[in-house]
């Protein structure tokens, strides 16, 4: 069960599209469609903010996008604002009820 | 409003034990499967253990099988966690979620436990 890979940090201005990649394997992401990813704020429990790969929750902009190819998922998040900056985890099913999380990302505003 | 909210964390000598307890409401407890996810300080996510709605099926990470114990208990819309033998390295925030047969869809605030002597 070893971790999915993500970018240490990414960053974009205000009004620019930032996109998070989420390498796996062909027993996590490659496998499955269950893909998900969360925001965290600091000092905050994470947000889930995209979920069967493309699926927004209720409530979530849709500023927030998400796409996999192979086995690599990604988070696009267009038009970015400042509440925008955070931590972003991805996250796979991976067989048998077992689930892992990426290293995540931190996305700084310029 | 979905609410869970944990308790039990604390400051525990590496060996010892510590249960966690996460109480939800706003939902119905029993028709949801349930998890414990933990966060390194500063670091990253990883899962620990799920629950199956009704106990359909318990399964539990490589690094924590056979040290916790995670169960439920329905009628008091409770998850537990039970962790013995406790080591450095499983300091962490421990948060309970809920599981929308995939995504965690709703988080706790989280129980820090720290193992140190």
């Known amino acids: 069960q070893s971790a999915l890979t993500q970018p240490p940090s990414a960053s974009g201005s205000p009004g620019q599209s930032v996109t998070i990649s989420c390498t796996g394997t062909?027993?996590?992401?490659?496998?499955?469609?269950?893909v998900s990813w969360y925001q965290q704020r600091p000092g905050k429990a994470p947000k889930l903010v995209i979920y069967k790969t493309t699926t927004r929750p209720s409530g979530v902009p849709d500023r927030f996008s998400g796409s996999k190819s192979g086995n690599t998922a990604s988070l696009t998040v267009s038009g970015l604002q400042a509440e925008d900056e955070a931590d972003y985890f991805c996250?796979?099913?991976?067989?048998?009820?077992?689930?892992?999380f990426g290293t995540g990302t931190k996305v700084t505003v310029l | 409003e979905v609410q869970l909210l944990e308790s039990g964390g604390g400051l525990v000598k590496p060996g010892g034990s510590l249960r966690l307890s996460c109480v939800a409401s706003?939902?119905?407890?029993?028709?949801?499967?349930m998890n414990w996810v933990r966060q390194t300080p500063g670091k990253g996510l990883e899962w620990v253990a799920s629950i199956g709605a009704r106990v359909n099926y318990i399964s539990y990470s490589d690094s924590v099988r056979g040290q916790f114990t995670i169960s439920r208990d329905d009628a008091s819309n409770s998850l537990y966690l039970q962790m013995n033998s406790l080591r450095a390295e499983d300091t962490a925030i421990y948060y309970c979620?809920?599981?929308?047969?995939?995504?965690?869809?709703?988080w706790g605030q989280g129980t820090l436990v720290t193992v140190s002597s």
């Open positions: 706003g939902f119905t407890f029993g028709n949801y499967d």
């Open positions: 062909s027993s996590d992401v490659g496998a499955y469609r269950y």
């Open positions: 979620t809920r599981d929308l047969s995939g995504p965690f869809d709703f």
């Open positions: 996250s796979s099913y991976a067989g048998d009820k077992n689930y892992v």
